[in-house]
């Protein structure tokens, strides 16, 4: 039971912070019900930075709702056009929402497009500030090497007991 313990803890750890630092990628927690119900509240969805001109109708984003500011918004791209100045932009809307957004989105707002997203794991990872998440994941580490390194010695000592017997 202790060995599914720390499986579940470790891979849960490895989705929501691991994976994506090694990726590249950014960690947000879906806040609303406007993505549901392919991602409801508390979702955690994991982001990859995507070039303007590779985004096509159907992509999810997740973007700034005013430029340069840090709150964000994940919502499927509905049309892909461009604006007098001949600039690309994005029309919006949350899968749950029957308008779309009001406000076109322009590249500059963008974080990225959807990677992957895991339901309910948002809520664990926003109470975990980042701090205790680095602490828990060498907690893992160390505590699945402590358990490599003890499997190890037992079965070392049950060798050497079995050759007693053998040769005794």
């Known amino acids: 039971m202790t060995w599914l313990v720390i499986l579940f803890v470790s891979a ?3 989705i929501a912070v691991l994976v994506p630092r090694l990726a590249g990628a950014t960690p947000y927690v879906v806040l609303t019900g406007s993505m549901e119900p392919q991602m ?3 979702t955690l969805v994991v982001v990859m930075p995507v070039a303007a001109d590779e985004i096509t109708t159907g992509t999810v984003l997740t973007y700034q709702i005013e430029s340069g500011k840090p709150t964000v918004v994940t919502h499927r791209v509905t049309s892909v056009g461009v604006d007098g100045k ?3 932009r994005f029309g919006t809307r949350g899968d749950a929402n029957r308008e779309p957004d009001k406000r076109q989105v322009i590249p500059a707002q963008i ?3 959807r990677w992957y997203y895991v339901p309910y794991l948002g809520y664990v990872t926003s109470v975990i ?3 205790q998440r680095q602490i828990g994941m060498v907690t893992v580490v160390v505590g699945l090497f402590g358990y490599a390194g ?3 010695v037992g079965a070392q000592r049950d060798r050497r007991r079995r ?3 053998r040769d005794g």
């Open 40 to 42: 409801p509240p508390g």
């Open 129 to 131: 500030t980042g701090e």
């Open 111 to 113: 974080k990225g497009e």
């Open 12 to 14: 849960v750890v490895t």
């Open 150 to 152: 003890y499997m190890f």
């Open 86 to 88: 001949g600039e690309l």
């Open 163 to 165: 050759r007693e017997v």
